[in-house]
């Protein structure tokens, strides 16, 4: 079981740039697939950003262009560069490892508010 741990949210004005934090426990951080997920109020959690263990990287269409998803592995640290915020950003952020099916595979942590305000 890997443990996870968000950080770096808080509240920023639209067109704002925040960067988020997820350290995670474990040697086989390395060799995971990383995504970073959201969750609004009366909303499903949703995938917003991916990153393979070899850097490759996807986007859900929402945030491609404003929305850079990186890791560290020496770290075990994927970050979230957000830029651009729209006030639809808001929701609760949480990291998670994607397995082979596409699915988040771990349980989630606290995850990380960001709001943004118009």
């Known amino acids: 079981q890997v443990q996870l741990v968000e950080s770096g949210g808080g509240l920023v004005q639209a067109g704002g740039s925040l960067r988020l934090s997820c350290a995670a426990s474990g040697s086989i951080f390395s060799i995971n697939d990383m995504g970073w997920y959201r969750q609004a109020p009366g909303n499903q959690r949703e995938l917003v950003a991916a990153v393979t263990s070899g850097g490759i990287t996807n986007y859900a269409d929402s945030v491609k262009g404003r929305f850079t998803i990186s890791r560290d592995n020496a770290k075990n640290t994927v970050y979230l560069q957000m830029n651009s915020l729209k006030p639809e950003d808001t929701a609760v952020y949480y990291c998670?490892?994607?397995?082979?099916?596409?699915?988040?595979?771990?349980?989630w942590g606290q995850g990380t508010q960001v709001t943004v305000s118009s």
């Open positions: 998670n490892v994607i397995g082979p099916l596409g699915s988040p595979t771990q349980s």
